[in-house]
């Protein structure tokens, strides 16, 4: 089910600590699957490549997944956060479009990537849902184009994921256009699970 047969790479950016969560949280469960392979879920049917950014801490324990690319961080920008993860997939990938999810985010749905990938026009570089007054540029659309701006911001050592967005033409959703709320809920802590999870 491509949209109107523009190349898009899904990425699952997979590469935190999680330092608050106590253990990693892309293998904890919900509805009996990790939570990454939500992420995977989501945005599959909308991808012609699907591509796992991860550490090398982590790396063996995604690469055996069957049609999904598991890569690390570039050496020149290794740990440097998700905007580092997005350079490397957009550098090793070639897509017209980059369909962005985090791990952390197991609500997240195939109809709300299907609307942000509906809303794919020539005229933006980005578009980045805006919930509860704050941006989401971790479960967002980028043009390959942006591939440029990004590798500026990492060299000049902002890891920033919002900054990338002053200086790109970005068409951002309202939550009423998302429709889907919950899906933004990142699950960054052991109380956030058991709010929104158990």
Not at 116 to 142: F, N, T
Request: with cysteine; charged share 25%.
């Amino acid at each position: 089910m491509k949209i109107r047969d523009i190349k898009i790479a899904g990425v699952i950016v997979a590469g935190g600590q999680s330092r608050r969560f106590g253990s990693d949280k892309a293998f904890s469960l919900y509805k009996g699957k990790p939570f990454f392979q939500h992420s995977l879920q989501a945005v599959s049917s909308f991808a012609d490549e699907m591509i796992i950014v991860t550490s090398s801490r982590l790396f063996s324990r995604f690469e055996a997944l069957p049609n999904v690319h598991v890569v690390e961080d570039v050496d020149e920008f290794k740990g440097c956060g998700p905007l580092a993860g997005i350079y490397t997939v957009m550098s090793a990938y070639q897509a017209e479009w980059y369909a962005v999810l985090p791990v952390d985010v197991p609500l997240v749905t195939s109809s709300l990537v299907n609307r942000l990938v509906s809303k794919v026009d020539e005229r933006y570089d980005a578009i980045v849902p805006v919930i509860g007054g704050k941006l989401q540029p971790l479960l967002a659309l980028y043009r390959e184009s942006v591939r440029e701006t990004i590798y500026e911001q990492l060299v000049n050592e902002d890891y920033k994921m919002g900054n990338i967005l002053k200086s790109l033409s970005v068409l951002y959703l309202t939550e009423e256009e998302v429709a889907e709320k919950e899906a933004f809920h990142n699950i960054n802590t052991k109380q956030d699970y058991d709010t929104y999870i158990k």
